[in-house]
C-alpha cells in the first residue's frame, strides 16, 4: 500500500471508518514534528496544537457519535497516539491523557448499563457522563488529574485530595502532582475524597475550571525527558465546585473501574503506543543515516561495519518485541468476544507495559551507541529520544512494580489494587 499511514505502522488491519480517522491524525503530524524540538528546548508545551488538534477533530477521537464524537475505539487511540510519538512525543502524552478523561464517561455508562447502579443513582451519573463527553466532542481539552505525590505500599495510585460539602457544591483541597497540560487545559478533570470516607469507595470525579479561584500551578516540571508536556501539577486551595459539576454517586468510581477490559481505566495501552512511535522513529532516522554516511576510506555505508550491524540487529529485535507486546494488548483488550477473562487481561497489561517501555528504551540505547558523538546533541533525535524513552520507564508504574505484581497474583492471589485514600501530609 503505497499510501500507508503512519498509524498503520501499529494498528495494520485498520477498517476504512478507522482510516478516515488515522488520516486526520496523518495531517497533524507535519506541525508536530516541525515544533518538537523547540517545544523539548524550552519546556513549553505547544498552546498552538491545542487549536491545531481541536480543528482536525481530535479532541473527540474516542467519543461516540452519538455524543458528537468520531466514535473512535482503543484501537484508534493507539494508533493515534502513535503517529504522535514519532512527530512529537510530548503532545502525544499530552493528548493521551485528554483522551483517558473519556474513560470517565464511558466507563459509568457501561456500568449502568450493566445494572450497577439504582433507579436513584442513574440521572446524576448519565448527566455527568453525558456532560463529559459532549464536551470533549465540542472541542474542550481536559487535563486529567488523578496523581498525586503522596504514595502508598497497597496501591498504584493514591488520592489524598479531600471534598467536602458545601452549600450548592463542594470545596476541594489537595494537590496534583501529574497529568499534562497544566495551564493548558480548559477543565482539570480531578479525582478527589469525598469527607467521610476513608477508602476507594468514596473517590469522585470533579470538573475545575483551568482558571478557577484557588487554582494554581506547582513549580515548573524540569522534566528529564517529555519537557514539552505541562507536566507541573495543580495546587487546589478551597476551590469551589458546582454540584451538577461533579460525579459524587458513593461508589460510582469502583463501580465504573469493574467495566474496563484490563489496563486501569481500559486505555492505558495507548500511553505504551507513545513510547514505542518514538522508538520507531529514532531507529528509522539512524538507519537512514548510518546508511547514507560512508567511511572515508572505503566508501562502504557506516551501517556496514561489525559493530553497527550487531547494535542494529540488536535495536530490531528490541523494537519488534514492543510491537509484539503491544499488538498483543491491544487485541485482548478490543476483541469482540473477550479472547481471556478480564483477570488474565489485566496480568498481561501488567506485564506488557514494563516491557514494552524496557525495549524501547533499548532502541534509543542503540541508537544514541550507533549515533557516535554526533547523536549525543540534546536537540537532536537521538538526545531527545533518549531523554523521552528514559521517562517511559517510570511513567505510570516501573516495570519491576508489574512483575511484582504478577508474581503476587500467580502465587498468591492476590487482588490488584488500582487506588487508596490517605490523609494529607
Given at each position: 500500500?503505497?499510501?500507508?499511514?503512519?498509524?498503520?505502522?501499529?494498528?495494520?488491519?485498520?477498517?476504512?471508518?478507522?482510516?478516515?480517522?488515522?488520516?486526520?491524525?496523518?495531517?497533524?503530524?507535519?506541525?508536530?514534528?516541525?515544533?518538537?524540538?523547540?517545544?523539548?528546548?524550552?519546556?513549553?508545551?505547544?498552546?498552538?496544537?491545542?487549536?491545531?488538534?481541536?480543528e482536525a477533530g481530535l479532541l473527540g477521537l474516542v467519543v461516540p457519535q452519538e455524543h458528537g464524537g468520531l466514535g473512535g475505539t482503543l484501537r484508534d487511540l493507539a494508533a493515534a497516539t502513535y503517529a504522535m510519538g514519532t512527530a512529537c512525543p510530548s503532545t502525544a502524552l499530552a493528548y493521551f491523557f485528554h483522551n483517558t478523561s473519556a474513560s470517565r464517561g464511558l466507563l459509568p455508562l457501561e456500568a449502568v448499563e450493566a445494572g450497577l447502579f439504582t433507579d436513584a443513582e442513574i440521572p446524576a451519573v448519565r448527566a455527568f457522563a453525558g456532560k463529559l463527553l459532549k464536551r470533549m466532542a465540542s472541542g474542550v481539552w481536559l487535563a486529567n488529574f488523578a496523581s498525586e505525590s503522596v504514595k502508598s505500599a497497597?496501591?498504584?495510585?493514591?488520592?489524598?485530595t479531600t471534598a467536602r460539602?458545601?452549600?450548592g457544591g463542594w470545596i476541594l483541597d489537595g494537590e496534583k502532582s501529574f497529568g499534562c497540560a497544566t495551564g493548558v487545559a480548559d477543565y482539570y478533570l480531578t479525582t478527589a475524597r469525598l469527607e467521610g470516607h476513608d477508602n476507594a469507595e468514596g473517590l469522585a470525579t470533579f470538573f475545575v475550571p483551568r482558571d478557577a479561584p484557588g487554582v494554581s500551578v506547582r513549580a515548573p516540571w524540569d522534566g528529564l525527558g517529555m519537557r514539552a508536556t505541562a507536566n507541573n501539577g495543580i495546587r487546589l486551595e478551597e476551590v469551589f465546585v458546582a454540584e451538577d459539576e461533579a460525579l459524587t454517586v458513593p461508589g460510582a468510581f469502583t463501580r465504573m473501574l469493574r467495566m474496563s477490559r484490563g489496563s486501569f481505566v481500559g486505555n492505558q495501552l495507548a500511553i505504551a503506543a507513545v513510547y514505542t512511535g518514538c522508538a520507531q522513529n529514532v531507529y528509522d532516522v539512524v538507519i537512514e543515516q548510518l546508511t547514507r554516511k560512508t567511511f572515508a576510506d572505503t566508501g562502504r555505508p557506516i551501517a556496514s561495519s561489525p559493530m553497527h550491524q550487531q547494535l542494529i540487529g540488536e535495536m530490531t529485535v528490541q523494537l519488534e518485541t514492543a510491537y509484539l507486546w503491544l499488538r498483543r494488548q491491544l487485541l485482548l483488550e478490543t476483541a469482540q468476544p473477550p479472547l481471556r477473562p478480564k483477570e488474565e487481561v489485566f496480568l498481561q497489561w501488567r506485564l506488557g507495559k514494563g516491557s514494552v517501555t524496557?525495549?524501547?528504551?533499548?532502541?534509543?540505547?542503540?541508537?544514541?551507541?550507533?549515533?557516535?558523538?554526533?547523536?549525543?546533541?540534546?536537540?537532536?533525535?537521538?538526545?531527545?529520544?533518549?531523554?523521552?524513552?528514559?521517562?517511559?520507564?517510570?511513567?505510570?508504574?516501573?516495570?519491576?512494580r508489574g512483575r511484582l505484581e504478577v508474581a503476587q497474583l500467580v502465587t498468591q492471589a492476590k487482588e490488584n489494587e488500582l487506588f487508596a485514600v490517605a490523609d494529607r501530609p
Open positions: 500500500m503505497t499510501d500507508r499511514l503512519t498509524g498503520e505502522r501499529l494498528v495494520d488491519d485498520m477498517t476504512e471508518a478507522e482510516r478516515d480517522r488515522a488520516q486526520r491524525v496523518e495531517s497533524v503530524l507535519p506541525a508536530l514534528r516541525a515544533a518538537a524540538a523547540k517545544a523539548d528546548e524550552q519546556a513549553r508545551f505547544p498552546v498552538e496544537h491545542v487549536a491545531l488538534l481541536r497497597a496501591a498504584n495510585i493514591t488520592i489524598a460539602r458545601t452549600a524496557e525495549c524501547c528504551f533499548q532502541v534509543a540505547l542503540g541508537a544514541f551507541k550507533a549515533s557516535g558523538t554526533s547523536g549525543a546533541m540534546m536537540g537532536g533525535v537521538v538526545g531527545r529520544a533518549l531523554r523521552d524513552l528514559a521517562m517511559g520507564l517510570v511513567m505510570t508504574f516501573p516495570a519491576e
